[in-house]
């Protein structure tokens, strides 16, 4: 733990003990402006040192902070921001006529000036101000620091990336004061960093594994760098120049690194990095093991929900026996796989993974949806929706989404496998894969494709690739090449607005 611990974005950096004191003076403010204990507040952000202090601001008067996906707009903002019931926004100044478009009755705006290293990062000079509300820095300037203290910050309610159906915001209880450093344990071990390292976030803070990740480095003191937009040679950059000790990612970004040329990669000296870890999205086994041969064994990989939290996790070394595993429980964490009936199924066979959080990580609800809450639960045991199996030595397997999975002609198919095996081919940049209506077998599967600039590759290419390599009938019927897909800077795939026409083409037949 540095004596002096600094957060970065950009050329900017503060260090913790200004931060937070910049959020105490955050928090009178928004205290005069009506935010109470227990009240939830939305922060519409991009990646930035302003967005760490918005959350802190919340701990000093026990408010709830609700990030948001900062592309949302027209009903799913509008359905957000009601259905979390937030009375205070925070918002970036480019992003305000999204907000102010669908804003309820009666919420206070605040308004925050996009930094240079934002405006950067994404292209555009940075707007001024409106001053059409309040703005956070004159809020700061202006009010004294709240005189309780600002502790560290609270889980907030994340709101699920709604990449099936409508969102779901999920309501976490607070951390008992008796299990505070019990959890920290667990985050640490799951997160695999260590106190002492300076560590670096990528992905968008509204998000939940970066926003548990940048919570928890607060927490402990570490050196934190945030980048405000992900960007391959950026990152390779960050690493050499702050000399970065742990990094946490996507498999998404993983791609993105190892598509960039040789010459490139072995431009930069990354021998401060001691951990990588990675969750949020399957990870195709032949880029994992290429990242490994690239950096060596400082790959970890951790599986959880939203909801359950890091539930299980393998070193490098483990996965390299267990090829494909996400891990295996640790803590006083429990997995199971459970059958249709709620049977226990035995060692390979795919079922419903249930998972018993650990005794220490905060129950939560859905807003609005304690039903939802009710039924995802078997005898202590949550399912999040993913199937998968456990093989003879504990160690976890993920399938896909149920919601995912495609039955066709009374075979069950798993998109996940597919799209692992088309990403594997020269010149396909990102893949989607996933059921769609066919009279014949009920469902079969479609692949819409994004190739890398300049590559060229038909329909029947993919074909015989994925036919060299799984069964025939995981041949996808249909093969679409986009310009882009629908992904979030997360790493997950927005399948439904994918899917939807073909589904409403028979609906509408």
């Not at 733990?1 to 913790?16: E, L």
């Not at 039924?375 to 998968?388: A, I, N, Y």
């Amino acid at each position: 733990m540095s004596s002096s611990p600094v957060i970065r974005c950009g050329v900017a950096v503060r260090t913790h003990a200004a931060v937070r004191t910049r959020a105490a003076r955050l928090a009178a403010a928004l205290a005069q402006k009506g935010l109470a204990h227990g009240d939830r507040y939305a922060i519409v952000m991009r990646n930035e040192i302003a967005f760490v202090e918005a959350t802190l601001a919340g701990a000093a008067i026990g408010a709830v902070p609700v990030p948001v996906n900062w592309h949302w707009t027209g009903d799913d903002l509008e359905y957000l921001l009601a259905d979390s019931g937030s009375k205070v926004v925070l918002v970036h100044t480019d992003l305000l006529p999204a907000v102010e478009a669908v804003l309820p009755v009666g919420v206070t705006v605040v308004e925050v000036a996009v930094p240079p290293e934002v405006a950067d990062a994404y292209g555009f000079p940075a707007p001024q101000l409106t001053g059409r509300h309040p703005d956070v820095e004159g809020l700061i300037r202006d009010s004294e620091p709240i005189t309780s203290p600002v502790t560290d910050p609270p889980l907030g309610v994340i709101y699920t990336s709604g990449t099936t159906g409508r969102p779901k915001g999920i309501l976490r209880q607070p951390v008992a004061d008796e299990n505070s450093a019990r959890l920290a344990d667990m985050v640490v071990e799951g997160f695999a960093f260590d106190p002492s390292m300076s560590t670096l976030v990528p992905a968008p803070l509204y998000h939940t594994a970066p926003n548990t990740h940048a919570v928890f480095a607060v927490a402990l003191g570490m050196d934190l760098d945030i980048m405000p937009r992900f960007d391959a040679e950026d990152l390779l950059r960050l690493v050499q120049d702050r000399r970065i000790e742990h990094v946490q990612m996507v498999p998404t970004m993983f791609v993105r690194l190892l598509k960039l040329p040789p010459h490139v990669r072995n431009r930069y000296d990354l021998s401060s990095l001691k951990s990588i870890v990675h969750a949020a999205a399957p990870c195709p086994q032949e880029v994992k093991r290429a990242l490994i041969d690239w950096l060596g064994p400082i790959v970890h990989e951790y599986y959880g929900g939203s909801e359950t939290g890091a539930a299980v996790a393998c070193t490098s070394e483990e996965w390299l026996h267990h090829p494909g595993t996400v891990g295996r429980p640790f803590g006083d964490v429990d997995v199971k796989i459970l059958g249709d009936a709620g049977e226990e199924l035995p060692a390979g066979v795919v079922g419903d993974i249930y998972i018993k959080p650990f005794t220490v990580w905060p129950d939560f609800t859905y807003l609005g949806n304690d039903a939802k809450r009710r039924d995802m639960e078997r005898d202590g045991f949550l399912s999040v929706g993913d199937l998968g199996y456990l093989d003879a030595d504990g160690y976890l397997y993920l399938s896909d989404r149920r919601n995912d999975m495609v039955i066709s002609g009374g075979v069950n198919i798993y998109p996940a496998e597919v799209e692992a095996c088309i990403i594997g081919i020269d010149g396909v940049h990102d893949v989607a894969v996933f059921g769609i209506p066919d009279q014949e077998f009920g469902e079969a599967l479609a692949a819409h494709i994004e190739l890398a600039p300049g590559a060229t590759l038909g329909d029947e290419d993919v074909r015989a690739h994925v036919g060299r390599h799984l069964a025939k009938y995981k041949i996808p019927k249909v093969i679409v090449f986009d310009e882009t897909l629908p992904r979030e800077d997360t790493g997950k795939l927005f399948k439904r607005r994918l899917k939807e026409p073909y589904w409403k083409a028979r609906v509408d037949a």
